[in-house]
């Protein structure tokens, strides 16, 4: 049996209309096949790396940050709702998106769970952006905030995240940006999105990122700007 549900996710300023069919993988209407199911795999295998980092997880209020999707056939697999807290996830932790309509602000989805209430910022990359296979949606405030100094690709101060603005400035960015970027979100603190052709190629900015972000504090603690 299924039901399907309609809900609203506000997070104080958005409202993220999400059509969701809720149902068990491996039911007729979701079929669990090998490729999918090894996929799932693999994301959550990556998600538990990216959440020991602290870039995926919960924060003191109960509220959960960071999420992942890959394509998958014509749609894209993402983690679910509120679920940033496990570690693991298992294959219910996974939504698969099959409509997005960016202009009307709503997603349809089906899986156990409704999917990310981020879910449109993730369509729009895939849509303007064929070859892009994997994004990845982190918090973190030093990456934040270095990222700012440095002039980094970004979406403007004004556009608060899960709205339709959010998904238009990633569609331009990712117009211009086919393969990868590293993107800062102003207008989401700690938001940083990064995306790639495969989750290899989204790991492997990742470290990057850190590393070049390491450097240039390990300088500021050798002309003594800070402590340790
Ligand atoms: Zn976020």
Redesign the pocket.
């Known amino acids: 049996m299924h039901t399907k549900q309609t809900q609203n996710i506000n997070d104080g300023y958005i409202k993220f209309h999400c059509e969701h069919t809720n149902t068990t993988w491996n039911s007729d209407l979701l079929p669990l096949s090998e490729t999918r199911k090894n996929l799932i795999e693999k994301l959550d295998t990556f998600r538990t790396k990216i959440f020991d980092q602290q870039f995926i997880g919960m924060y003191e209020n109960g509220i959960g940050?960071?999420?992942l999707s890959h394509r998958i056939e014509e749609n894209f697999l993402i983690t679910a709702s509120a679920t940033g807290g496990a570690r693991e996830l298992g294959i219910d932790g996974y939504t698969l998106v099959n409509n997005v309509f960016i202009e009307k602000n709503t997603v349809q989805c089906i899986g156990p769970l409704p999917a990310s209430s981020?879910t449109m910022t993730h369509a729009a990359i895939y849509l303007s952006a064929p070859k892009v296979q994997c994004i990845l949606?982190i918090?973190n405030q030093i990456i934040f905030d270095t990222m700012i100094t440095l002039n980094c690709l970004s979406t403007a101060k004004e556009i608060p995240?899960g709205t339709i603005e959010m998904a238009l400035a990633l569609k331009n960015i990712a117009k211009n940006n086919p393969l990868e970027a590293c993107i800062v979100?102003q207008g989401?603190n700690?938001?940083v999105i990064i995306y790639g052709t495969s989750i290899n190629h989204v790991e492997s900015q990742l470290t990057f990122l850190c590393n070049e972000i390491k450097k240039i504090h390990c300088e500021n603690c050798k002309k003594g700007e800070h402590n340790g």
């Open positions: 940050y960071g999420n981020e949606h918090h995240y979100m989401h700690e938001g």
